[in-house]
């Protein structure tokens, strides 16, 4: 039986909210394979990807390699550009994954955060489109990352 406040907060709780905590727990998951993939040398990320590659050829779903791919671009990121993916970032790309609109501010990493999405989509070798309206970003951002 659910006390009184836990019913309350099942009732009164958004979608929104729900959908948030979902995010959250698949940053948590994301997190707990980052001591894994620190261990990684350079040369085994290509391993590594068509390790991921087999398992959705064999059937997996993107949702289920979400967290580990995730945490694959976060160390790439770190490694090669020095700029580690906030967990706010990795709530961003999990809502782009989703095929939703995530709203970002200036400065708050979106070229960045479009990298997660773009690596685990790609994962399906059907080809993947990241796209702006602003021609210089879309330059500068393709030869960056």
């Known amino acids: 039986m ?11 709780t958004s979608d929104s909210e729900k959908e948030l ?10 997190n707990n394979y980052e001591n894994e ?11 590594e990807t068509n390790k991921l590659k087999d398992r959705i050829k064999k ?25 580690r ?11 782009l994954h ?5 709203e970002m501010k200036t400065g ?3 070229t960045l955060v479009s990298t997660l999405p773009g690596y685990l989509n790609s994962l399906e070798e059907k080809g993947v489109h990241i796209v ?5 970003l879309a330059k500068r951002d393709s030869e960056w990352m």
């Open 2 to 12: 659910l006390s009184p406040l836990k019913l309350i907060r099942r009732i009164f």
């Open 21 to 30: 905590n979902k995010f959250k727990y698949l940053a948590t998951k994301i």
């Open 37 to 47: 993939i620190k261990k990684l040398k350079d040369d085994q990320f290509p391993t």
């Open 59 to 83: 059937g997996d779903t993107l949702d289920n390699l979400l967290p580990k791919s995730f945490a694959m671009v976060r160390e790439a990121a770190f490694r090669v550009l020095n700029e």
């Open 85 to 95: 993916h906030f967990d706010v970032q990795l709530l961003g790309g999990i809502v």
């Open 98 to 102: 989703e095929n939703r609109i995530a």
């Open 108 to 110: 708050e990493g979106k």
């Open 132 to 136: 702006t309206v602003n021609d210089y």
